[in-house]
């Protein structure tokens, strides 16, 4: 059963100018494929809070400028229920039964992989907020960029070297082990991705440890990990299990810094569930909430009063730039079709955003842009440093 919300309808006025009627204004549907349900349904959660913000502000300022006529955004909301095969399916009710311009979404890289390739074949512009598998953005069978398929979030070529470079640098590990999933897309990709770029940096991974998503025995893995002696131990995967390993590790005696990636985006609910295990542990995230800045600051600060003081998350941070992108494009297209949109979305060269600078080489559809390391410290997400591409 599909899940389907005409924001428009919900907003009302709030999506015309004060000085015309609904009827005045042209729509235009643009689609969002969210992890509404299941295991990473908080993601879900947060892209949908952060669409519904940036949708309404379009809204209060009278719609959106195309080729010199204004129009307002109709926001149809699909839920991906956190599969692939339902990610794929929710994208094409979008392009065929909604006729949508562009698609946002999905988030987590197992269907954002898929519907990357389905928006290609449909040619339909699609932006992932959060997928860092490069798979996202690459054509399978060539190598080469898709096409139509964007994204707002670095990737995991560039998460690697951070993380790779942190663990060397900042906490001076010289061995490392790693536990992750090798079925899941992202703590698959981000393992090997991490392994290639420690060694390559003169670390040595003397432990390279497989679980199962679910999975709520670690024991026999964290001991062989323990075993190795290891300075670090990298967990990718989802926030999820990593609430479930963080306790299980330190009850096998493991007591060096954790690692983690953007997986563990989450961190209220990752403190939640593994408490005083996840102190001291570091994390790479795609921005900091608390950084002193007019965009983030003032973003920061709507998302609070409009969703009763939550703090948006990378998830939510990602959506409204993969927003104010399109938004960008929309208003550069000339006209709301899908290859005027696409057109102009290959064109920005730069985007000032909530997580940072965003940057776009001439044919490349992944921004080049600052990565962000957190600690978890007297239970709360702390910002350390953030890591540039200029520094590598």
Same mark, same amino acid.
């Given at each position: 059963m599909k899940t389907k919300t005409l924001l428009a309808l919900a907003l009302g006025a709030i999506l015309i100018p004060s000085c015309g009627k609904?009827?005045?204004?042209?729509?235009?549907?643009?689609?969002?494929?969210?992890?509404?349900?299941?295991?990473?349904?908080?993601?879900?959660?947060s892209c949908k809070n952060a669409a519904e913000l940036k949708i309404a502000e379009i809204g209060e300022r009278g719609g959106i400028d195309i080729g010199g006529k204004k129009y307002t955004l109709r926001l149809v909301i699909e839920d991906s229920q956190g599969t692939a095969d339902q990610a794929v399916a929710a994208a094409r009710r979008l392009v065929k039964e909604d006729t949508v311009v562009a698609i946002v979404g999905p988030n987590v890289s197992l269907g954002a992989v898929p519907v990357g390739d389905e928006a290609e074949t449909a040619k339909v512009p699609m932006i992932s907020p959060s997928s860092?598998?490069?798979? %996202?953005?690459l054509d399978a069978r060539s190598g080469q960029p898709k096409q139509w398929v964007f994204r707002a979030c670095f990737t995991d070529a560039w998460q690697g070297q951070v993380l790779a470079k942190f663990a060397g640098g900042y906490i001076r590990a010289k061995k490392?082990?790693?536990?992750?999933?090798?079925a899941s897309e992202a703590p698959n990709i981000q393992a090997e991705l991490f392994k290639q770029d420690f060694e390559k940096s003169?670390?040595?991974?003397?432990?390279?440890? %497989?679980c199962k998503s679910g999975e709520t025995d670690f024991k026999a893995a964290?001991?062989?990990?323990?075993?190795?002696?290891?300075?670090?131990?990298?967990?990718?995967?989802?926030?999820?299990?990593?609430?479930?390993?963080?306790?299980?590790?330190?009850k096998a005696g493991l007591t060096v810094p954790f690692l983690?990636?953007?997986?563990?985006?989450?961190?209220?609910?990752?403190?939640?569930?593994?408490?005083?295990? $996840?102190?001291?542990?570091?994390?790479?995230?795609?921005?900091?909430?608390? $950084?002193?800045?007019?965009?983030t600051g003032t973003f920061v600060a709507k998302y609070k009063k409009k969703f009763a003081g939550a703090t948006p998350d990378d998830v939510a941070a990602l959506t409204y730039d993969s927003f104010g992108l399109l938004e960008k494009a929309l208003m550069a297209s000339g006209k709301p079709d899908r290859q005027a949109v696409r057109d102009a979305l290959a064109k920005i060269a730069e985007y000032d955003g909530v997580t940072g600078k965003l940057r776009f080489t001439e044919g490349s559809r992944d921004p080049i842009k600052s990565a962000v390391m957190m600690k978890i410290e007297a239970g709360k997400a702390l910002f350390v440093t953030n890591i540039d591409p200029e520094s590598k």
């Open positions: 609904k009827e005045d204004l042209p729509a235009i549907n643009v689609g969002l494929i969210a992890e509404l349900t299941g295991d990473l349904s908080v993601f879900g959660a860092t598998a490069p798979k %996202t953005t490392a082990a790693v536990l992750y999933d090798p003169g670390g040595q991974v003397v432990a390279f440890e %497989t964290f001991d062989r990990i323990k075993k190795a002696g290891p300075d670090v131990v990298f967990l990718p995967d989802y926030y999820v299990d990593v609430g479930r390993q963080l306790p299980q590790a330190r983690g990636s953007d997986n563990w985006g989450i961190a209220d609910l990752l403190l939640k569930a593994a408490a005083a295990n $996840a102190e001291g542990a570091f994390y790479c995230a795609h921005y900091n909430p608390g $950084a002193r800045n007019e965009i």
